[in-house]
């Protein structure tokens, strides 16, 4: 017996051809989200959570607006050893030279009174396959990134191990606050936005492109 199908015989009987590939056009760029097209407790689109559980969520001050939130309030045992930060990515690996801007909203329960420091991170050109190390975690990969402490101190890193600047600001309030971060070339610029707050330096061996 013989199996026809429609495949084989505008084939001429031939196998089926292949379709024909079209070049990657690369991520959305520029990218951003307001996060309200999408109901409560929704996975959101392009992110890739190295840690925790982030979703949508509606914004804590305007039922009507979105945020994207972080489900998870409690640690997890880490099979590991290293207890993975709540981080996500974003983007394109052969991303260079952007701005990466957020608005974080502190919640009231948040005030700092005990345990770990808490922060508010930002990163750009997070090189691919770099959040696997052992020794520092997914919260420090090979990027530039900046943590936001909530006593008010911003350190900027080149990952996973070097601060490249270190300075204080007054601690940021509880509610939403609006932070960005920059790369251009070999430069790399953090601002406070609203406030009179930036870092800006030179790497000489720059990171040249990556993920946010």
């Known amino acids: 017996k013989q199996l026809i199908t429609i495949t084989s015989l505008l084939n001429k009987g031939g196998p089926p051809k292949p379709p024909t590939s079209r070049r990657s056009q690369g991520f959305p760029f520029p990218y951003s989200d307001t996060f309200k097209t999408y109901s409560p407790g929704a996975v959101v689109k392009y992110f890739a ?4 559980s982030w979703q949508a969520a509606a914004s804590p001050t305007d039922k009507n607006t979105g945020c994207f939130e972080q489900a998870v309030t409690i640690p997890p ?15 394109d690996y052969r991303w260079t030279d952007y701005v990466v801007a957020v608005s974080a909203y502190i919640p009231p329960s948040s005030v700092q009174t005990a345990g770990p420091p808490k922060y508010i991170a930002l990163y750009t ?28 101190t911003v350190v900027i890193w080149k990952g996973p191990a070097e601060i490249l600047a270190t300075k204080v600001m007054q601690p940021p309030p509880l509610g939403w606050s609006g932070f960005e971060l920059t790369v251009s070339g070999s430069s790399v610029l953090f601002k406070a936005v609203g406030r009179n707050f930036s870092i800006f330096l030179h790497d000489r061996n720059p990171i040249k492109s990556g993920m946010a």
């Open 125 to 152: 050109r997070i090189v691919a396959n770099s959040n696997f190390n052992i020794s520092y975690g997914p919260d420090k990969p090979k990027s530039y990134f900046a943590f936001v402490y909530y006593n008010g």
């Open 77 to 91: 045992i880490a099979w590991n050893r290293v207890n993975p930060a709540p981080v996500t990515y974003v983007g």
């Open 49 to 52: 959570d190295q840690g925790g």
